[in-house]
């Protein structure tokens, strides 16, 4: 039975890849600074999983954890990938995003310095890109605080495969989504809104620039992703992406497609909702993926966002049943 560690396991991707792993016979480990993401979680992989909490700039907690488990494979999703973070407080994206990356490392390099590192990348990192598509040989050109955090941990993962020998594989992760996604970011606030406006809670839903264009997968895929890499006889970056754009209007148009209004009426663009520095249009090149993980996405997006809006007007119609009940 091979054991992994996985960091922000109560976030969207760490509960995907924990049912996963579980699924494939592993023992499993998360981390979580607290419990306040606890009910992401489901009550069965609450009792299959181990959860540790400590303080996360604690390095020697994070050395006495990697003794006691002995992982042989450690996933890094742990960030705060909520981009308007970084603006809001620079400093705090550092710790949470790239010193947070270099303490497990060091943790790991002088503890289990065999084991299989996964290190979690973002799309970020490539910023300004003037192509419109980016594979692991585009130039990062990062422009947010996030972003520039993402790339500087990629780095040190490429410096520590290089100078310690490791296996330290970045995934290069355009962005993801699914039913799970918190409901600040915009395709979960999309499907979120189009349940509440069909379900007659909300007539309007606010957003900022429509014609924003983004590369958007389905989570599950990119956790199966990130596993493949770890599976490698020798550690590589990857990008993951399905190599498509859409804009947010188009999101839109079909999320509310799925719940039967026509999204037109009831979406508006508000300059508040604008970003200070936005990325370029930019689509994944997963050719290399294809070819060494044999990986490809497995739903489209209009399929995505129909399965987002089916979750949230089920889970909105259960909690109405529930404070009838109550009442």
Not at 4 to 28: F, H, N, P
Not at 154 to 174: K, P, T
Request: glycine share 6%.
């Amino acid at each position: 039975m091979r054991t992994a560690i996985v960091t922000g396991i109560t976030g969207q991707d760490g509960s995907y890849l924990a049912e996963m792993l579980l699924a494939k016979g592993y023992r499993v480990h998360g981390v979580a600074r607290t419990s306040s993401g606890d009910r992401r979680l489901s009550r069965q992989l609450l009792d299959q999983i181990e959860l540790h909490r400590f303080p996360l700039d604690d390095a020697q907690r994070w050395k006495q954890l990697m003794g006691e488990v002995q992982p042989q494979e450690f996933y890094h999703l742990a960030a705060d990938s909520f981009v308007p973070n970084g603006w809001s407080d620079p400093v705090g994206n550092i710790e949470s995003n790239l010193a947070l990356t270099v303490r497990i490392l060091e943790a790991v390099r002088t503890t289990v310095p065999e084991a299989r590192f996964l290190n979690a990348c973002s799309r970020e990192v490539f910023g300004a890109a003037r192509h419109s598509l980016a594979s692991e040989e585009t130039p990062m050109q990062p422009v947010t605080p996030y972003g520039i955090n993402k790339a500087a941990s990629r780095h040190f993962g490429r410096v520590y495969r290089e100078q310690h020998q490791m296996f330290v594989a970045n995934a290069i992760l355009f962005n993801h989504e699914s039913p799970r996604r918190p409901v600040e970011f915009v395709t979960r606030k999309i499907s979120f809104g189009a349940a509440r406006i069909a379900l007659g809670l909300d007539d309007r839903l606010e957003l900022g620039d429509l014609s924003a264009r983004r590369d958007w997968g389905y989570a599950p895929d990119f956790v199966d992703g990130m596993w493949r890499m770890l599976q490698l006889d020798q550690p590589q970056d990857f990008v993951l992406g399905t190599g498509q754009l859409y804009s947010i209007a188009e999101f839109a148009e079909y999320a509310f497609s799925a719940a039967g209004i026509d999204w037109k009426r009831h979406v508006v663009s508000r300059a508040t909702f604008l970003r200070q520095s936005d990325t370029a249009a930019l689509a994944a090149d997963n050719a290399k993926a294809q070819a060494l993980l044999d990986w490809r996405p497995s739903i489209t997006l209009p399929q995505l966002a129909e399965r987002m809006v089916l979750h949230d007007l089920a889970m909105l119609q259960q909690q109405a049943a529930h404070s009838r009940r109550a009442a």
